[in-house]
């Protein structure tokens, strides 16, 4: 059995997704901006109507989708064409520690060309304080980035907040909903989201196709392209359009405005029964990020003395998580978002994240469950830490000799 539970990582591709797609890649050929034969404008006619798709599960105008290759392109063209359209008006932009990568690693860039960023700490829970993001606008800031759900912790922020904050000083407010799109509500126009960047690949359809919603009424907001070339998108991104992907894309959208609620109904019951039994069934562990607010599938734990790395390797490969460690080129680094949460290095790289998804099954998380408790027991049967601990030694007063 192998059992898949990195749903936020990417998610398979529904199969009903495949078959709408697999005309487009040899039927109809054509190239959505071919004006002047029918294979064109069959192509076109398949993005059109994925268009109208995705502008559905949103609950937004179709020509305020911008096709792009996924969520971190979607990402780049919100925050830097933001700031190159509005640079006249401020050059400060506020985003959260606990962003991803595609955000973080933006923003950083754009200090290079005189960018002024803030980044907003989180509390133990993930939530931002909204008393801090007011009170971190000033006259020259231009944008506020907030994810909407994180994909480490699953924890959700609080959007209508944010959004009203951002009306009342007249801030454009961008938000990285990469998790959250078809798998909760997310109506960018009632939260007062004006910039929202998602991907396909998260929400059951294929890699390498993602989008960008940009607000076209009140406000009217601009971004300035990043790339040059025919046009295409409303001259916001140029390049011949990935016509099978975003059929995929839109049939992905469709599944997922009509599935979602059934989905994650279903889903966070198969969650918090994954999480009651190990909690249960194991001592000391902790579950990181606010248990309220957060989305439906997933679930991030700490096993106090126990390595995530060397767990996973209990399972054989034959259950795919995710651990609380990221591999930099020398080194084992604890995720800088469960860092931010206030977990020391020790109880980040002892977490693991769950992330179910449509896909998983009842016996699938059962086998997940055994094979946790199994591998859970056998690294502390294996572990002078966990032996001491267990003897009453605290640990925080242990003086380590330096060999
Ligand atoms: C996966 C992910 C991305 C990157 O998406 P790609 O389509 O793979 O570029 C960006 N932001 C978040 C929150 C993600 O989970």
Redesign the pocket.
Same mark, same amino acid.
């Given at each position: 059995m192998r059992v898949y539970l990195d749903n $936020?990582s990417t998610t398979p591709c529904d199969p009903r997704v495949v078959d709408t797609m697999v005309p487009y890649f040899y039927q109809k050929p054509g190239n959505s901006a071919s004006r002047n034969h029918p294979f064109g404008w069959e192509a076109e006619e398949g993005v059109d109507y994925a268009r109208e798709q995705i502008a559905a599960l949103l609950k937004v105008d179709p020509k305020e989708i911008i096709f792009t290759s996924?969520?971190?392109?979607s990402?780049n063209l919100a925050i830097k064409g933001v700031f190159e359209m509005y640079r006249s008006k401020g050059n400060h932009i506020i985003t959260v520690t606990t962003e991803?990568k595609?955000v973080l690693d933006t923003c950083d860039k754009l200090t290079e060309a005189g960018a002024e960023i803030t980044y907003l700490k989180v509390a133990e829970d993930g939530l931002i304080d909204l008393a801090e993001l007011e009170a971190a606008i000033k006259s020259t800031t231009i944008l506020v980035s907030v994810?909407w759900a994180n $994909?480490e912790t699953g924890v959700i922020q609080p959007m209508k907040e944010i959004g009203d904050i951002c009306e009342k000083h007249g801030v454009l407010f961008m938000s990285?909903a990469?998790?959250a799109v078809g798998k909760i509500p997310t109506y960018p126009k009632e939260i007062g989201v004006h910039l929202l960047?998602f991907?396909s690949?998260?929400m059951y359809g294929p890699k390498g196709v993602?989008a960008l919603y940009v607000s076209r009424k009140s406000p009217r907001v601009k971004v300035t392209a990043q790339m040059d070339g025919g046009g295409h998108e409303r001259g916001m991104r140029s390049g011949t359009l990935n016509v099978p992907g975003i059929v995929g894309f839109g049939k992905a959208a469709e599944i997922a405005r009509l599935e979602m609620h059934a989905d994650a109904e279903r889903l966070s019951k198969l969650r918090d029964r994954l999480e009651r039994e190990l909690t249960s069934r194991l001592e000391e562990c902790y579950i990181n990020g606010n248990v309220d607010h957060r989305m439906p599938h997933v679930t991030n734990i700490s096993f106090k003395h126990v390595e995530g790395e060397g767990l996973m390797m209990t399972f054989n490969q034959n259950i795919a998580v995710s651990s609380g460690s990221a591999c930099t080129s020398a080194s084992l680094e604890p995720s800088y978002v469960l860092v931010a949460l206030g977990l020391g290095d020790d109880l980040a790289h002892s977490s693991i994240r769950f992330s179910l998804g449509r896909f998983t099954t009842d016996e699938e998380v059962d086998f997940a469950v055994e094979k946790l408790v199994a591998g859970v027991n056998h690294m502390r049967d294996l572990s002078p830490i966990w032996e001491m601990y267990k003897e009453g030694v605290d640990l925080s007063n242990v003086q380590w000799s330096e060999h």
């Open positions: $936020n996924g969520a971190t392109e990402d991803h595609a994810m $994909n990285d990469t998790q960047a991907t690949h998260k993602g």
